[in-house]
């Protein structure tokens, strides 16, 4: 049987039967300067949620370049670079990015709201009929982690 949510690529698979916790287009800088986008499709799983089936294939490194020691890692698969997904080193969450991680983009529930908008930046505010918010949606509460 098929998972609900399935990405990575050859070597390292990585799966959900879980919906997602949070679902948004991200427009923090961080998430630009690792995926080349203007704003970016990105799900949070609880971190028992979303599964890998080769561990020991994963590459990591800090997800934020100019904060090494912060608890996101970018993973990537050992044999052929491809973006996985990212880790809480807390243990609180693991992010998917459909379009860069491997799923069927088109089969991935729609984000439903933009996170991280910041009007300095220089382009217009979202106007897609979803809501806008300077950082998470306010109802958005941490996992605890382990």
Known sequence: M?????????????????????????????????????HTHVAFFNYGDLKVDHPDKIAR?????????????????????????LDDKMKRIRVAVPNVMGYDDAAFPDATYHAFWDESKGYPKPSDGRPVYDSLQPGFVWPAGA
């Open 61 to 85: 490194q800090p997800f934020n370049k100019d904060n090494p020691n912060g608890p996101l890692e970018l993973c990537t698969c050992s044999e052929c670079g491809a973006a996985l997904m």
């Open 2 to 38: 098929a998972n609900k949510y399935q990405g990575g690529c050859d070597h390292v698979h990585v799966t959900s039967d879980a919906d997602p916790i949070d679902n948004h287009e991200c427009h923090c800088n961080v998430c630009k300067a690792v995926t080349g986008q203007q």
